[in-house]
């Protein structure tokens, strides 16, 4: 049965699972912003998305753009928890898969180091 939990709550443990990130890494991101949507437009099962220009993209003409978005959809991840401990769990992921998108990494690649 999956979990039941306050938006608010949901959106606390997106940002414990930011502070779980290491500060090397979040000094480094540049012109993002992390967001929690009830759901993904894309489908149930989507847990997170990036939209932007990764990091490996960006040439000496990037500037004066909107930030990029790290989207993570409270639904799919509540519909696939049972517990809350699962749903810390399936957010640490996602949001650690989603800011590696921001540095360049592909699916493929989070996926063989278990990030998937």
């Given at each position: 049965m999956p979990v039941r939990m306050s938006r608010?709550?949901?959106?606390e443990l997106v940002s414990d699972a930011l502070d779980q990130v290491p500060a090397e890494l979040m000094d480094r991101l540049e012109n993002v912003v992390v967001l929690v949507e009830d759901d993904s437009p894309e489908g149930a099962t989507l847990l997170g998305l990036y939209e932007g220009i990764d990091l490996t993209r960006r040439g000496w003409d990037y500037g004066a753009v909107l930030p990029d978005r790290?989207?993570?959809f409270r639904n799919p991840i509540l519909a696939i928890s049972d517990t809350e401990a699962d749903v810390i769990k399936e957010v640490a992921i996602t949001v650690v898969h989603e800011i590696a998108h921001h540095f360049g990494i592909d699916d493929a690649l989070l996926h063989e180091l278990g990030w998937g």
């Open positions: 608010e709550r949901f959106e790290i989207l993570i």
